[in-house]
């Protein structure tokens, strides 16, 4: 509910509806790439002006909008930002509090080794680890759940030591990936997924046979 979001975020970053309104955290999984994002491509294909996951997530949450006709659907995409330039919602918290995904911040480390330097934090699945992605928010104003239990994130990289690593490696070398691999994965991205989230976006379009 979007309460436990709002009770952890100062004032500015407060999503605006009442704290028991039912709200989803969508995950996209390794295999979105082979059973969403390729079949969406080769049909629409002529259609894609922007950014091809972006397109394609926004095809899939509209759809689920169309199932449910008498009610109202909120939808929040990750990528879209406020006037302000701030993001609608900040996606690690929001995966942290509906128990989705755990997600590591400089506070979770006692003894912190790095100064004066920033510290992103960064959100690890249980079974996913970092190979997967956190899309967006659907939000049903129109339903409240004041009686539901807030689940907890399963807290996989739990020793001191590991969560240094994890940061350290999120933030210092995050273009080698090897901070996705942090636990014991059962799925990860395919070679050809890798290349892809691997090209600067501008060209990404020539890797899925599009033109610009």
């Not at 939000?139 to 539901?148: G, K, N, R, S, T």
């Not at 994130?153 to 995050?174: A, G, M, Y």
């Amino acid at each position: 509910e979007v309460g436990w979001y709002n009770a952890v975020l100062q004032p500015a970053f407060h999503l605006p509806y009442p704290d028991d309104t039912l709200a989803f955290v969508v995950l996209s999984t390794p295999s979105m790439f082979d059973k969403a994002l390729k079949p969406f491509v080769n049909k629409e294909r002529l259609k894609i002006i922007r950014d091809p996951v972006d397109q394609c997530v926004s095809h899939h949450l509209s759809r689920v909008k169309e199932k449910f006709p008498d009610q109202r659907v909120d939808v929040m995409f990750d990528y879209e930002m406020l006037p302000s330039r701030k993001p609608k919602f900040l996606a690690q918290t929001a995966a942290h509090v509906a128990g989705a995904a755990y997600y590591y911040q400089r506070k979770d480390v006692k003894l912190d080794p790095w100064g004066k330097k920033k510290i992103f934090g960064v959100c690890i699945h249980p079974k996913y680890g970092g190979w997967f992605a956190i899309r967006g928010l659907l939000l049903f104003p129109d339903i409240q759940v004041p009686f539901l239990e807030q689940p907890t994130p399963v807290d996989c990289v739990s020793t001191e030591e590991k969560r240094i690593e994890l940061l350290e490696q999120f933030n210092f070398h995050w273009q080698d990936g090897r901070y996705r691999d942090i636990i014991e994965v059962k799925e990860r991205y395919s070679e050809e997924q890798k290349a892809y989230f691997a090209t600067p976006p501008a060209e990404r379009f020539r890797l899925l046979g599009l033109s610009q």
